[in-house]
């Protein structure tokens, strides 16, 4: 007998409501080391960066999408609630996050990550941190792992596309 995967909703604009939820499940995954914590009142602050997946009306997975720059945005807090994961979630919301940033006419979206594997699968490639401007380097100055920071550094080219 086969099992039924539920699939999550559709991609939406996170809303007020889910802020809390955003919280627990960002900073879920940061306490694992996965990712960076987010304040609570960052992510009210920047609201309208995030975009989430929803199962029974309750944040599953998220994505915020952040413009840095004329040519350049971030795509951060990618987090998918355990057990929720291997649904096609997270590349769901960066395909998302993809067409957002070609939308607003961004021509270079980056990530820092962890899970670079998953990146190159949707058309990221590495990049020496370098080669990011040094305005993007904002978060870091906050992070426990500055200056030694052990993420890589990935940009896929829109222009190009």
Request: hydrophobic letters at 40%.
């Given at each position: ?119 190159q699968k949707m058309g ?8 990011l401007p040094r305005k ?26």
């Amino acid at each position: 007998m086969r099992t039924m995967v539920k699939t999550l909703g559709k991609v939406e604009k996170a809303r007020i409501a889910d802020v809390v939820q955003i919280h627990r499940l960002v900073n879920y995954w940061a306490e694992k080391g996965e990712m960076l914590p987010r304040a609570l009142s960052e992510i009210y602050e920047s609201l309208r960066d995030y975009s989430v997946l929803r199962e029974d009306g309750e944040v599953a997975a998220c994505i915020a999408l952040h413009i840095s720059w004329v040519d350049l945005a971030e795509v951060r807090s990618l987090a998918v609630a355990e057990g929720k994961q291997r649904q096609d979630a997270g590349s769901r919301l960066v395909k998302a996050c993809i067409r957002e940033a070609a939308r607003l006419e961004i021509p270079t979206v980056f990530c820092l990550t962890y899970k670079p594997g998953f990146f190159q699968k949707m058309g990221f490639r590495v990049v020496e941190k370098a080669e990011l401007p040094r305005k993007i380097w904002t978060d870091c100055y906050h992070c426990a792992k500055f200056p030694d920071c052990d993420e890589s550094a990935m940009t896929i080219d829109l222009a190009k596309k």
